[in-house]
């Protein structure tokens, strides 16, 4: 059975930072492709970071330059590295992978293309680590 845990949210202040790590088990991760997704309070899970299996890695517009996604095989771990926190990144943070080698592909696919993929991307969660920045 396929999990997936989150860890390392909390609470911060503005300009600190946060490394978010994602545990998977089950599986053999490292050929699938994963991805960190971010809900806000009252609004949609959004994609903010990307990685294929290769290390190739997309990200939002709006987390670009403060945020990390990386991954150690070795471990069965995603990590997101988040830096210059602001108020707005409070919220839900949630790591996702995908299932099989064509789903796998397809993110491969938006990434190498720029592209964050989106919720439907994904066939795997897990429950989700908060992150609260205050100002």
């Known amino acids: 059975q396929v999990q997936l845990v989150e860890s390392g949210g909390g609470s911060v202040q503005s300009g600190g930072s946060l490394r978010l790590s994602c545990v998977a088990s089950?599986?053999?991760?490292?050929?699938?492709?994963m991805g960190w997704f971010r809900q806000a309070p009252g609004k949609e899970r959004e994609g903010v970071a990307a990685?294929?299996?290769?290390?190739?890695?997309s990200y939002a517009d709006s987390v670009k330059g403060r945020f990390t996604v990386s991954r150690v095989n070795a471990k069965n771990t995603l990590y997101l590295e988040i830096n210059r926190l602001t108020p707005e990144d409070t919220g839900m943070y949630y790591c996702?992978?995908?299932?099989?080698?064509?789903?796998?592909?397809?993110?491969?696919?938006?990434?190498?293309?720029?592209?964050?993929?989106?919720?439907?991307?994904?066939?795997?969660w897990g429950q989700g680590t908060q992150g609260t920045v205050s100002s």
């Open positions: 996702a992978s995908t299932a099989g080698y064509d789903g796998a592909y397809n993110v491969s696919r938006l990434i190498g293309s720029g592209m964050v993929p989106v919720s439907r991307d994904y066939s795997f």
């Open positions: 089950g599986y053999s991760h490292r050929t699938y492709s």
């Open positions: 990685i294929d299996a290769t290390g190739s890695t």
